[in-house]
T-cell receptor
Framework: EPEVTQTPSHQVTQMGQEVILRCVPI?????FYWYRQILGQKVEFLVS????????KSEIFDDQFSVERPDGSNFTLKIRSTKLEDSAMYFC????????????FGSGTRLTVV | GNSVTQMEGPVTLSEEAFLTINCTYT??????LFWYVQYPGEGLQLLLK?????DKGSNKGFEATYRKETTSFHLEKGSVQVSDSAVYFC????????FGDGTTLTVKP
């Protein structure tokens, strides 16, 4: 069964450093997403991406965040200057169509900012 | 705005018991509805979905019916197993899904 692959599985970084979280979506999917889950809390939408541009973003996704699809297979989330409160599990997801199909999620990257 | 309200957990059941996890959603438009499951230490997996009123999603013995009149999408399973222990999330919409808070289910042998 096709999978969404995320790397690394765990990243520890110092406050103020830049991090890049990587994702390889399913190859025939057209819509890409990042969600995050702070430990013990709900899953929160960050951003959706379609046709090489952001289609929607949440208020969490401020100027410190950016996404990119640099080469047609990878989909990255960059946090420019990490804060302690960025510590969370970050999930990448992809879907074939916008409505009705549900996502395939990756297994997540646990980001710990110290 | 859009919201999803899930039954608060944790829920603890004995093996072979009947499971219901309640989920209600705000009725803006006609969103697709989903249940996701998160096993310990793992990511989110799509469990089942329904895209229109009266649709029933089903998978691995779990079922949920899209009820427009009560804006509900309750998850049920007739006989739970220890391996069903996980966190279950109800979600509405696609593109920008809104998730419930999650309900932790523990099934004891």
């Amino acid at each position: 069964e096709p999978e969404v692959t995320q790397t690394p599985s765990h990243q520890v970084t110092q406050m103020g450093q830049e991090v890049i979280l990587r994702c390889v979506p399913i190859s025939n999917h057209l819509y890409f997403y990042w969600y995050r889950q702070i430990l013990g809390q709900k899953v929160e939408f960050l951003v959706s991406f379609y046709n090489n541009e952001i289609s929607e973003k949440s208020e969490i996704f401020d100027d410190q965040f950016s996404v990119e699809r640099p080469d047609g297979s990878n989909f990255t989330l960059k946090i420019r200057s990490t804060k302690l409160e960025d510590s969370a599990m970050y999930f990448c997801a992809s879907s074939e169509a916008l409505e009705g199909r549900g996502y395939t999620f990756g297994s997540g990257t646990r980001l710990t900012v110290v | 705005g859009n919201s999803v309200t899930q039954m608060e957990g944790p829920v603890t059941l004995s093996e072979e018991a009947f499971l219901t996890i309640n989920c209600t959603y705000t009725a803006t438009g006609y969103p697709s509805l989903f249940w996701y499951v998160q096993y310990p230490g793992e990511g989110l997996q799509l469990l089942l979905k329904a895209t229109k009123a009266d649709d029933k999603g089903s998978n691995k013995g779990f079922e949920a019916t899209y009820r427009k009149e009560t804006t509900s999408f309750h998850l049920e399973k007739g006989s739970v197993q220890v391996s069903d222990s996980a966190v279950y999330f109800c979600a509405r919409g696609a593109g920008k899904s809104t998730f419930g808070d999650g309900t932790t289910l523990t099934v004891k042998p």
